[in-house]
């Protein structure tokens, strides 16, 4: 090798929108470069409003990966009035990813996941950022928290790598070499999940707002409803009504809350039932960001499931 450490190229201007998109491309480019993150800490993509500082990033960066239009909403006017010559990955547009339709309703209806999924191939270049969208949350009407199937962060990584080495191709072996990594880390990652979660399947529970369905789907959970219509919303009474009357029904054994949102409408829905309460993070608002957060992020929601869950009879 004619490169030593300290010689290396190192890759600045890479700007990620999340959390878990972060922890993917610090995972593959790490040793030449860290990556920039626009929503940190405990903030929600949902409801995120972007600073003066932030646009400077944007109008500076090389490469920006985005998961897409109906989550990160504070970035689509950014991004298509973009003066700089970023690369713009949109993640969610990864050929082959799982794409899940969103649930309606408070009370999801049954339906099976073997027919839901698409191959979002050959409409990489097809969007219109101009149109209006009649709800931000349901972009295109499918579910966008694609990062929660493991199996699409593989693909993910992919796509991040090889925009990677396009975009740098002096530590291509590097990103190369990191990619391999992560993917067999993840492979491990969905096995250990699949133990984690086996010993709960089939146990009803609810969640705060309709993040979860990638997880569910590859692992064999559903959750019977969710709280929230969005994030960006109150639940109206009426929808905290309906979910109550769901969790008695069903006999839930859990409604879980977010650490982003106000606990208060969990406690509203579980009053004088036998449901217990847990916490699920789909973005990793509590875990420091990092190569680390994927795999913490995962872990946690599968322990929390399992947790809860066998708790309950
Ligand atoms: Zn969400
Ligand atoms: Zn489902």
Not at 39 to 55: D, F, I, L, N, Q
Not at 250 to 258: D, G, I, R, Y
């Amino acid at each position: 090798m004619a490169f030593s450490a300290t010689q290396t190229f190192a890759m600045e201007g890479v700007v990620t929108s999340i959390k878990p998109v972060h922890s993917l491309v610090a995972a593959i480019i790490d040793g030449t470069g860290e990556p920039q993150l626009l929503v940190k800490g405990a903030a929600s993509p949902h409801t995120y409003t972007m600073r003066p500082s932030e646009a400077g990033m944007l109008e500076d960066a090389k490469v920006i990966f985005w998961v897409g239009e109906g989550i990160e909403t504070f970035l689509e006017k950014p991004l298509d009035s973009l003066a700089g010559g970023a690369k713009v990955v949109t993640l969610s547009e990864t050929p082959g990813i799982t794409l899940l339709d969103m649930r309606e309703g408070g009370a999801f209806e049954p339906h099976s996941h073997g027919d839901e999924e698409h191959d979002h191939e050959g409409e990489e270049a097809g969007h219109d950022h101009g149109e209006e969208h009649a709800d931000h949350h349901h972009g295109h009407g499918k579910d966008m928290h694609v990062w929660l199937d493991p199996e699409n962060a593989r693909l993910m990584a992919r796509e991040i790598t090889s925009t990677l080495v396009e975009a740098d191709p002096q530590n291509a072996a590097t990103y190369e070499k990191n990619a391999a990594a992560l993917d067999e880390r993840l492979g491990k990652l969905i096995s250990d999940t699949e133990k984690t979660v086996e010993p709960v399947r089939g146990k009803p529970f609810i969640v705060f707002h309709d993040a979860y369905h990638y997880f569910e789907n590859r692992f064999g959970v559903e959750a019977a409803g969710s709280i929230t219509v969005s994030p960006e919303q109150m639940p109206s009474a009426q929808r905290l009504q309906e979910i109550r009357d769901k969790v008695t029904e069903l006999n839930a054994a859990c409604v879980f809350a977010e650490p982003q949102f106000e606990p208060k409408f969990v406690n509203i829905v579980t009053e004088g039932t036998d449901a217990r309460t847990g916490m699920l993070d789909p973005e990793g608002a509590n875990i420091d960001q990092g190569p680390d957060l994927y795999f913490t992020l995962v872990g946690n929601l599968a322990k929390s499931l399992a947790d809860c869950l066998s708790g309950a009879e």
